[in-house]
Nanobody, 119 residues
C-alpha cells in the first residue's frame, strides 16, 4: 500500500474549475494505477477517473468525460484531476485511490477532499 494525500478541493461557482492533487508516498510510491472516486451526500461512492502509471492510458466516467482530465507527474509521484465546467452535481468528497495490481483492486485510499459547486 501507499500513502495518499489529496489537496486542492474547495468552493467554486458552476462553470468554474478546480485542480485536485494527490501525492503518493511509501514502499510502493508509484502504483500500477491511480485514480479518483467521489461520494456525494446520500449517494454511493462512484468512479471518476483513472490513469495507468506506466502508459498514461486513462479512463473516465461518462458523467465527467470532456470536462475532467487526469494526469500524472512522474518526478513528483503525483496525480492530478483538472475539473472544468463544474456543475452542482459534481459536489462531493473526492478520494484519491491507488491500485497495486488489477488483482488487488484499489487497495489504497486517501482521506478525501471536499469539492462544492454552487449554482
Amino acid at each position: 500500500q501507499v500513502q495518499l494525500v489529496e489537496s486542492g478541493g474547495g468552493l467554486v461557482q458552476a462553470g468554474g474549475s478546480l485542480r485536485l492533487s494527490c501525492a503518493a508516498s511509501g514502499r510502493t510510491a508509484r502504483p500500477y494505477v491511480m485514480g479518483w472516486f467521489r461520494q456525494a451526500p446520500g449517494k454511493e461512492r462512484e468512479f471518476v477517473a483513472r490513469i495507468t502509471w506506466s502508459s498514461g492510458i486513462n479512463h473516465y466516467a461518462d458523467a465527467v468525460k470532456g470536462r475532467f482530465t487526469i494526469s500524472r507527474d512522474n518526478a513528483k509521484n503525483t496525480v492530478y484531476l483538472k475539473m472544468n465546467s463544474l456543475k452542482p452535481e459534481d459536489t462531493a468528497v473526492y478520494y484519491c485511490v491507488a491500485m497495486s495490481s488489477e488483482k488487488n483492486g484499489y487497495d489504497s485510499w486517501g482521506q478525501g477532499t471536499q469539492v462544492t459547486v454552487s449554482s
